[in-house]
């Protein structure tokens, strides 16, 4: 029975001194004393089991068994005895529960049930789980109930793992690591455009997959040297990170303060134009730079997905075909969308669609609200109306109206 299997902590440990690792490294200890259950989540290759072993080690279970069972293993018409198993196997260490998205929504209530009645002070059992990213449940369609997730948010003490992206810092030590492990790898040396390129490829299965490529490149590469072109060769899906050196982000631009400040006013970040990206003049309109703040811990798959927004929002566009693009998984997408855009994809969407509208209907007060809402993407005209209005205040008949009359009024003097 997998539930039996001991977690050797020489073969799991933390490699960096990123601050991203650093901080998740925090979090693990203030959890160390409480006897509550801990829910590690992040997407795969980040070190939930790494996590879950520290946890263990540091508490005062650590001579005591570390018991790892994975869900996706499990005979679920015998569910409640594997767990009464692997509880009673863990007494005085640490039960881990991998992959719990995996359980049905059936499975999910009886391990609620379960845990529920679990009692931590008595039984000694430091429980803890783990699941993918929580943004991927919907896109890998896992049948789980989402009130057991929220459950288990509000049950656990939560802990979410980085990525290697926000481990970017730490790519350095950990080839170092794999190299004083893998006779086969350590053979390999980096040009400085190879490890320039490594540190900003974003690296979808994280420190797994960086792992993978190193284990590549030690069987193909016979002398050892690694260059940007060597790189290129064998993974040539790092090409995409030299591709857009534009500026991503900005906000739109808009027509005048007033409209500006009504969006703002409504929380609503807006992203350049067309116009804003190419560098075309825009002699009426301004452009206000994104915050530094925001921008902070910028993703470079966002450096391929903003432009090619920018360049196709008036097309039928969606998170797939943008992700495809970006060569990462939708769901990794649209959290980094919310991450460091502040919204959704849809609402990033809606937002140039607004905007080129707006410039639109003051570039042009003589054509048809139909057309515009053609012009930029829109398929259904009331739809067009209602989001015009509720994002810019003013429906797009008056909010074109109105400029036709500003601008009539400035040649009268």
């Not at 050797?8 to 990123?18: A, E, P, R």
């Not at 509880?87 to 260490?93: E, F």
């Not at 170092?176 to 390999?188: A, C, K, R, V």
């Not at 400085?192 to 490149?217: E, G, I, T």
Request: net charge positive.
């Amino acid at each position: 029975m997998e539930a039996q299997l001991r977690i050797h902590q020489n073969n799991n440990v933390w490699i960096g001194h990123s601050d991203a690792l650093s901080h998740a490294r925090d979090v693990i200890s203030s959890m160390v004393d409480s006897p509550l259950p801990v829910l590690i989540s992040g997407p795969t290759g980040t070190g939930k089991r790494i996590a879950a072993n520290e946890l263990h080690e540091l508490g005062k279970g650590k001579l005591k068994p570390f018991v790892t069972v994975c869900c996706k293993r499990w005979n679920t018409k015998n569910l409640l005895t594997l767990m009464d198993e692997s509880w009673n196997y863990a007494r005085g260490g640490t039960l881990f529960v991998r992959n719990i998205e995996a359980l049905s929504a059936s499975d999910a209530n009886q391990i609620k049930d379960f845990w529920l009645r679990a009692n931590y002070q008595q039984d000694d059992v430091r429980l803890i789980a783990s699941t993918c990213d929580m943004q991927d449940l919907n896109v890998k369609g896992i049948d789980i109930d989402k009130h057991f997730l929220n459950w288990l948010q509000y049950h656990c003490l939560t802990l979410t793992l980085p990525t290697l992206v926000q481990r970017s810092d730490d790519i350095s030590a950990l080839i170092n690591y794999f190299q004083q492990q893998d006779p086969t790898i350590q053979q390999l040396s980096f040009s400085p455009k190879a490890s320039a390129l490594l540190s900003k490829y974003h690296w979808p299965d994280n420190v797994k997959q960086l792992k993978r490529c190193l284990d590549k490149l030690g069987v193909l590469t016979t002398s050892g040297f690694v260059d940007k072109q060597v790189l290129l060769k064998h993974f040539p899906a790092m090409a995409q990170t030299m591709d857009c050196n534009l500026p991503s982000l900005s906000v739109l631009q808009l027509g005048n303060m007033a409209d500006r400040k009504r969006i703002a006013n409504n929380n609503i970040l807006h992203l350049a134009s067309s116009r804003a990206l190419t560098r075309e003049p825009a002699p009426t309109l301004s452009v206000t730079t994104f915050d530094k703040e925001t921008m902070q811990g910028h993703h470079p798959a966002l450096d391929r997905a903003i432009p090619y927004l920018v360049n196709n929002y008036r097309k039928r566009l969606n998170m797939e075909d943008l992700a495809n693009h970006a060569c990462v998984s939708p769901s990794h997408l649209s959290f980094l969308f919310k991450r460091y855009v502040g919204q959704s994809f849809k609402q990033t969407l809606l937002n140039l669609r607004i905007n080129e509208a707006m410039k639109l209907l003051v570039d042009n007060p003589e054509r048809q609200v139909t057309h515009v809402c053609d012009d930029v993407g829109f398929s259904d005209l009331s739809f067009f109306v209602r989001k015009f209005k509720a994002t810019v205040g003013l429906s797009p008949g008056v909010y074109r109206d109105k400029h036709r009359t500003s601008n009539s009024n400035a040649y009268k003097f």
